[in-house]
């Protein structure tokens, strides 16, 4: 994304198809969530929405990302069981990237 290389990702490549869910029982362990979130350099589209949701609470991260501009973010997780990541589909949704997560303690 934006020219930089990740080691591990996510990556959701939608196209017009439905939405991406991957959840994780974070077993109320953690404290917290570090990613960068974007676009692929490489995707045809240029935009993507991103969500991500605590024990089915409303959305602790919830953007709009687009090409060249990824986010970093630090989510706090303390308590939580269950992390519910979404990617949302759409024929101009772009190929989305959740790098470099990382859970601490």
């Not at 609470?57 to 939580?80: C, D, H, I, N, Y």
């Not at 992390?83 to 101009?92: M, P, T």
Request: charged share 25%.
């Amino acid at each position: 994304m934006n020219t930089k290389q990740y080691g591990a990702a996510f990556i959701a490549d939608l196209g017009c198809n439905g939405d991406a869910i991957a959840e994780f029982n974070l077993n109320r362990e953690w404290k917290y969530l570090d990613f960068t979130a974007g676009i692929d350099d490489g995707s045809t589209n240029e935009k993507g929405r991103v969500s991500i949701t605590l024990d089915g609470q409303p959305a602790a991260f919830s953007e709009l990302v687009t090409l060249g501009k990824p986010v970093t973010k630090r989510l706090e997780v303390s308590g939580a069981l269950r992390l519910r990541l979404k990617v949302e589909a759409g024929c101009d949704i772009g190929k989305v990237v959740i790098a470099g997560p990382q859970l601490t303690r």
